[in-house]
């Protein structure tokens, strides 16, 4: 099987479960688009294989149901009786999921492997570059709690290439902050 139609059934499976099963379409429009976007980006930068890190972007929130649980559980266990049914090594469906797994921020390490990095790098990328989730923020949180978040996010990106597309994004949010003090 070629990666497109790999890909494609991986975005299949994601789609419909996202948007029929945990009817969060804005998940799978929004977030994972810009994890998965993020994810390539890194991916080619830190060479490493993108189809691996794709999968794994577009199955690591499967699991979310509520803001503050342990979805990253929820989402390997969800996505592993998928990857069984596709065309993958052992090797490549155990990397996915532990990419799954451990794209927490209470995993975040620079010990753990380049694509498990990714991952994690891309999912604070894509909170950070989230305008909507920026603006919410602003509008509904506390400075002190934006800052303990972004503190977070900012644990989470281990790679320095991913450093380099957050720092003016931190910037410009941080002035933005400022602003509406």
């Known amino acids: 099987m070629d990666?497109?139609?790999l890909i494609e059934q991986v975005e299949s499976f994601a789609r419909d479960y996202y948007e029929r099963v945990l009817a969060r379409p804005n998940i799978w429009r929004t977030h994972v688009q810009l994890v998965r976007k993020y994810a390539l980006e890194l991916a080619e930068l830190e060479k490493v294989d993108p189809r691996i890190v794709e999968i794994a972007a577009i199955l690591h929130d499967i699991?979310?149901?509520?803001?503050?649980?342990?979805?990253y559980v929820r989402s390997h266990d969800l996505s592993k009786p998928f990857l069984e049914t596709i065309d993958l090594s052992e090797d490549d469906r155990e990397l996915i999921l532990e990419c799954i797994l451990k794209h927490s921020t209470?995993?975040?390490?620079?010990?753990?492997?380049t694509e498990?990095?990714?991952i994690q790098c891309a999912d604070a990328l894509a909170n950070l570059y989230d305008e909507e989730l920026q603006e919410y923020s602003r509008k509904t949180m506390l400075k002190e709690?934006?800052?303990q978040a972004f503190s977070k996010l900012l644990n989470k990106i281990t790679l320095d290439s991913a450093r380099a597309i957050a720092e003016p994004r931190v910037q410009q949010l941080q002035a933005l902050l400022e602003q509406d003090n």
């Open 63 to 71: 699991g979310r149901i509520e803001v503050g649980e342990e979805h």
């Open 116 to 118: 498990v990095r990714i």
């Open 106 to 113: 209470r995993y975040a390490s620079e010990d753990n492997k």
């Open 3 to 5: 990666d497109n139609s």
């Open 145 to 147: 709690t934006i800052n």
